[in-house]
Structure formats: structure tokens, C-alpha cells
């Protein structure tokens, strides 16, 4: 069995948090539009784990973990002309985005912030902390995200 990879995945929880996937146990995350996070979404595998991050909020950070339980899976939003996901170029015979299924796996105890964050890691090591990123969903090396866990500890 291969290792699984590793990503952080962000949410404004206003929109979507922590909780609405505690009490929902699964979700599908659908609603990117920007290529290149779709494009990281399409690489995803079932078992990779994803560090659930509170964007657009004080503090910002790292909330919870969850874990792929499906990829590939067509967006139905991009259909829906009452969704701001709708996407007038899209089509069923030639869908333009994707999406993945993924399930609550718990919270960790305390949030790790962003500026927590930039305090342990360069922006090398954590994309998440390069200037002007703004991607939904982004990659994290094996050896980065088990010393994320180290700083957040088990989840509950």
C-alpha cells in the first residue's frame, strides 16, 4: 500500500467550517474554479489526508483533518445556474471541474495559525505561505505535514 499524500484545503468557515463537516461526516468539496487548484484536486487519491484550513477569518489556520474517500467526481455545481459555482461553459459531455468526496476525520485542539505556521516553516517548505497564494488546495511534502502534526497534536 502505497503512503498517502498530504494537502491542505481551505474554506471560509462562513461558508463551509469545521463543524458543517462534523455534523455532515462527509462532503463533497466542490466550488473550485481556478485550474491549477482542479488540477491538484485531479491528482488526489482515496486515503490522502487533508489538513482542513479556516481561511478569511482571525486568526486563519488549520482546524481538522479529513481523508479522500473519492476523486474524480464530476462538480454538479457547474450545472446549476442558481449555484455562483455555475459555469455557462460547462457541459455534461464536456464537464470543465471536478471535484472530490472527503470525510471528517476530527479537530484538532487548538487552531494552528497562519502566523504560527510561518514562524516553523518557509515559504519553500509551505506553499501555503508563498505571497499572493490564494489556491483552495495545496500540496503538502510528507516530512511538512508530519511536522504539522507535531505542532497540532492528535485530533478529537
Known sequence: MTEP??????SEPDAYSIDDLKEEKETLWDG???YQARNFMRSMNVGDIAFFYHSNC????????????ETKLTDPTQFDNQSKYFDQKSSLEN????????????EFGEKLSLKEMSDNFTAEELLLLRKGNRLSIIPVKENIAK????LLGSVK
Do not use: T
Not at 5 to 10: E, G
Not at 147 to 150: A, F, Q, T
Open 95 to 106: 464537464p470543465r471541474w471536478d471535484c472530490a468526496k472527503l470525510k471528517y476525520l476530527g
Open 58 to 69: 482571525k486568526p486563519p489556520g488549520i482546524v481538522g483533518l479529513m481523508q479522500v474517500i
Open 147 to 150: 511536522r504539522l502534526y507535531n
Open 32 to 34: 473550485i474554479r481556478n
Open 5 to 10: 499524500n498530504y494537502w491542505i484545503m481551505k
